[in-house]
């Protein structure tokens, strides 16, 4: 099934790059945060990635 709060932070990143509001990226860090910690490795890789999104905005 995979790992639901990696799925939400990816939610989250999408929301706050089409909203860019700072309620939306606190959001979206605070959910990245939480997948972190159940990660794999492969989902690690793809959490820094939507890292680098977010920094971005």
Known sequence: ????LF???RKAVAKAKEERTERAIA??????SS????ANDAERKQ???LQDELHAL
């Open 1 to 4: 099934m995979g790992n639901p």
């Open 7 to 9: 799925q939400q932070a």
């Open 27 to 32: 959001v979206a860090k605070n959910a990245l």
């Open 35 to 38: 997948a972190f910690a159940n």
């Open 47 to 49: 959490l820094h990635a």
